[in-house]
């Protein structure tokens, strides 16, 4: 039983054992009851606007947490991604290596042959030529590697960067539900209270207003 009951209680105990009040006495205290209830009613509106804030910004932020999630999610593959590609040209850039040793290895020996096979010279400059061609294109090919390796090494340090701001949102996000659910469970005690209290006032206003007519 809340204050507010008990004292209603007690006001009409001592109506009943003291016939003596008057009029003016029990008409007042019927509008202490009316006064209380209607406190009662705006006090759970009150409440019930507060939990319905709260439910809403409850909602956003789990769709703003699902949208970070998803991003997370792409960032990490790209960041995957960027990993195998670098592995890959890692790869390439060793077997290109190994192209241009055997291209020179092979120049070398030609020009072994130039000097005991007088007769090929011609052929083996057009050979060695045309190697030196090759070496130039696998070197190319290596630049093109290095340039294309440091641009996925930059996008993996721009999506590691980017992770860390989503982590960042995330947190506070999580942080902000909590805070949000907090009060929500705050409020919706007291929307459970005021509306007991609203109802019990009601109760005895309608009870004492009979008595009174």
Known sequence: MNLATII???????FLSKMAWSQSDVQSQLQ???VN???????????????????QNIKALDENLKSLSTQKKQIQENSKKADQNV????????QVQGFIKKEMDQIEFEKK??????????????????????????????????????QWLEQKKS????EKTIEQKEKQALSEKTEWNTKALAYEREVTKWKNEAASNRALYKKYDKLNK
């Open 8 to 14: 209603a209680v007690f006001a009409v105990m001592m």
């Open 32 to 34: 202490q009851l009316k």
């Open 37 to 55: 209830a209607e406190n009662s009613e705006k006090n759970k509106e009150s409440y019930e606007k507060n939990l319905k804030i709260s439910e």
């Open 159 to 162: 999506a590691q960067e980017l």
């Open 113 to 150: 042959q130039i000097l005991q096979l007088e007769e090929k010279i011609k052929k083996i400059n057009e050979n060695s030529q045309k190697r030196q061609n090759n070496i130039s294109q696998y070197e190319q090919k290596i630049e093109n590697m290095k340039t294309q390796k440091e």
């Open 87 to 94: 592995a890959t040209m890692e790869k390439q850039e060793v």
